[in-house]
């Protein structure tokens, strides 16, 4: 109670530090002392005591209203790497202000909030504070209070101003080094052992079979580019060559079901892993997750990813006619997959053995939580 009393009195205006309490007291001392011997030495000394405890208490406020602050933009990381968090401090007066402690206001997940002494800022100049945050775990970070305190000059008397400037730190999660991934470089197997191929076309390769010859662009390889027919139409031709296995088009699609907690942490980490290795592989690949539905940029489906939680409110439809790469804890959605559809299943800890039939035309992975991912990842199909 005593400690919120003080913090009012000093964001408001401000509240007497030990060293002023301790004054304070003598003050009186000498003050009730003067009144009962009538002596004019004492009243001088409690008179003197009262007017520095009041210099004191007026100053610190003055300080900090010369104030301004500013924070710059903070980069996104991945998660295990530090925030690099940035704060300039202006005096806008034309005297030096000292002994200032600014703190930022993490919010608790991160870390308690930073402090950091200031001796001083010359008139019209700025102080940059930077500061590098730990991180473990992916999410979106929003907070905005910052706070400045000082006691200067004499110490006697804390004042604290708090300013709103809203940060947003985006804290990716972890992407593993796949060398391959059966998942992905076993979609459209169906289709091409059959000779049905379906989806979108195939995307342009750097072997295979010619498709079709198109003008030249800047950035094709030049070992592309057909000279006969370049020299028949007096421009550049070049050969488009198709490959079935990087046409094919790869969904990874979020189980919005329920979780538990680690489980779903790796759920995302592999989510993200398959997608930059389906795009090293020059695949045709986007995310679907019930609150962003189906994304393929990079940065969105990094910041989706940061993002996402289990069981969203918004849920956006999932796609019905193409094969998907379902991330699930939940075996019973397997009945609804697409057909070519692949899975990876993490076991629920309070299942020791998880009752579900293996649908030879679902393959999939059946993850265990507690070994590593990244191996998992690149084993063979169940």
């Given amino acids: 109670m005593i400690r919120r009393i003080g913090y009012w009195l000093e964001s408001r205006f401000c509240a007497p530090a030990y060293s002023g309490l301790v004054l304070g007291g003598i003050a009186i001392c000498f003050f009730a002392a003067a009144v009962n011997t009538m002596a004019g030495w004492l009243y001088a000394i409690s ?84 500061y590098y945050q730990p991180t473990e775990r992916r999410g979106i970070y929003r907070w905005q209070n910052v706070e400045l305190a000082t006691a200067a000059p004499l110490g006697l008397f804390w004042s604290r101003r708090s300013s709103q400037l809203s940060a947003i730190a985006i804290v990716y999660p972890n992407v593993l080094p796949l060398k391959s991934c059966p998942l992905v470089d076993d979609m459209g197997k169906e289709d091409s052992t059959r000779g049905q191929p379906r989806g979108n076309p195939l995307q342009t390769a750097i072997e295979g079979l010619t ?104 849920i956006k439809p999932q796609p019905t006619d193409k094969p998907l790469i379902f991330l699930t804890q939940n075996p019973s959605t397997f009945s609804s997959l697409p057909y070519g559809s692949r899975w990876m299943l993490w076991q629920n800890i309070s299942d020791s053995q998880p009752q579900f039939i293996i649908n030879r035309d679902y393959p999939g992975i059946i993850v265990d939580s507690e070994q590593s991912l990244q191996p998992q990842l690149q084993k063979p199909l169940t």
Avoid: C
């Fill in 47 to 130: 008179g003197v005591s009262f007017a520095l405890l009041g210099y004191a208490a007026i100053l610190p406020p003055k300080y900090l209203r010369g104030l301004l602050l500013k924070r710059r933009a903070i980069q996104p990381i991945t998660a295990g790497d530090d925030l690099t968090v940035e704060l300039e401090i202006f005096n806008q007066t034309k005297k030096p202000i000292s002994l200032l402690q600014i703190e930022d206001k993490l919010p608790f997940v991160l870390d308690k909030p930073p402090l950091q002494p200031i001796e001083t800022i010359s008139p019209q100049t700025s102080y940059n504070w930077v």
């Fill in 211 to 314: 498709r079709s010859l198109r003008p030249y662009r800047i950035g094709d390889p030049l070992r592309l580019i057909h000279w006969r027919t370049s020299a028949r139409y007096g421009d550049l031709r070049v050969r488009e060559l198709e490959m079935l296995t990087s046409g094919q088009e790869i969904i990874i699609a979020l189980d919005n079901g329920e979780w538990e907690e680690n489980n779903f942490e790796q759920a995302v980490i592999a989510a993200a892993s398959m997608y930059f290795y389906a795009q090293k592989q020059q695949m045709q690949v986007q995310l679907w997750t019930a609150s962003t539905g189906l994304i393929n940029r990079k940065r969105d489906v990094l910041e989706a990813l940061a993002a996402i939680h289990p069981q969203d409110e918004e």
